[in-house]
């Protein structure tokens, strides 16, 4: 039985996602922890696809897609079809350290009925920190949702919830919609601190353009979830 699938949405990391790769197995062993790592590679353009197959060749309870269309929801909808662990956690490759997955793990294992999320504590600069303030009230008014970083990942779901949601967002919305059906269906969610900020590599893909997408999305999404 596998006790957990870490989901990791992949968009041109060819430069560390072995490291990132080596060093959550590192852990996941030491921890006693049976796992499989799920590499969702969607619309990259470099050799992220291969890299990862590397891994999934060399270490066993890796797995390897490949999507040909990006899109964050796109992928952790994907992995989460895929996965089959008791526990599903799904997780910004990039700047997520594999203690803050673990602790997020140990949570979710006292109560297999509780969601278990993070919370970012320090943000890059004040316009990041502004913008997720007014997307974290947005959320509050239309969903009230008891929840201070909706984005915020690692999130470590039980299997039996998380699939038997009918997930609509394909896109940056997809952490909105998981939480509001939590908070629908009165489903406990706890948040744990992290103070990890610096990406791995790469730069992020949320900008200016993304972030009022998903201001206005959450007009839409709010109907759709009232039209259920």
Known sequence: MIDVSIIL????????????????????VEENINYE????VNGSHDESFEKCQNMQQKYEGIKAFNIS??????????????AEGKLICYTNSA???IKDIITCIKYSNIDFKTVVKSNRIIRENFLRRLGS???????RYFFNTAIWDVN??????????IKSFNILSFNDLIDAELMARCRKLNITTIEVPIYMTERIS???????????????????LKRKLDHE
């Open 9 to 28: 949405p992949i968009y041109n990391q060819q430069s560390h996602i072995e490291i990132i790769c080596e060093n959550y197995i590192q852990r996941l």
């Open 37 to 40: 790592i799920l590499f969702i």
């Open 69 to 82: 269309e990006s899109g964050w929801g796109r992928s952790v909808k994907y992995g989460i079809d895929k």
């Open 95 to 97: 700047r997520t350290n």
């Open 133 to 139: 303030v007014i997307y974290n009230f947005e959320n």
């Open 152 to 161: 915020a990942t690692p999130k470590v779901f039980p299997k039996d919830i």
């Open 202 to 220: 790469g730069k992020s893909t949320t900008n200016i353009m993304s972030a009022l997408k998903m201001y206005t999305g959450l007009i839409s």
